[in-house]
């Protein structure tokens, strides 16, 4: 058998290197961005199909957007994908130096059920004689509430279905955070979860709501300037929210 080593993020990469790592891509990010309204740029354009990733958003009319207007935000929203870019980096080179046994592969393209993904770290090891596949979700977060953890682990439960179709049976699933190491238990999810990819792909088909599904999420929202149900809630006088 091959042991897995996984530990969380901040126990195996520096705040020093992710610094670093973060600021080169923060130019680069700068570099193709699209300047679209006061403090806000275009970095992605829209994607066609609904990804997994949005089942991570903690408002569905972001994914609206993402899919409509394409990938918008700010420079605090800049440095956190940045920062988030480089923790993905530093941690999997760590992985695969760690786990010299392992079949390793990182930011894996799947095309399955009419939708696309990439996982973060896809492995296989050799347990009792039969290969064993197991996936590894990355959050830069310090602490995993509750709500982030269903968002997240939605997320997972879409790409072990969308690889099951392309041929690989996962059997084992992590999230890993800055603090946190929390093994999935695939099985009992996958019961809960089995209509996971019908409610992915009803996003490309959803309306902008007339109300905010969470009016208190867009008192910090990145997006709010180009987001249609919260200017629409706005323009009927409906407790706005007080601008940043
Ligand atoms: S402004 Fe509000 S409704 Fe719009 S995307 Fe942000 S949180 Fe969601």
Redesign the pocket.
Known sequence: MVKLIIRPIAEVVSEDAIERRMREYVEEILRGAKPIAEGLYLIEPPVPRATPSMLSLD?P??AI?KLRIGEVTNMDGIRALARGRAVHDLYQDWFRAVNPRVHVEVESGIEALDTAGRTDILYMREVDGEERWGLIELKSVWSLSEDRERRYTRQVMAYVIMLREAGIDVREAYLVTMRDVKALPLKTLERELNGIIKELKALETLEWPMK???LR??YK?E??GV?M??SNYKSHGRDPAPTM
């Open positions: 408002c009319v972001k957007i905010p599904p969470n999420l867009c929202c997006v709010r987001c149900t919260y």
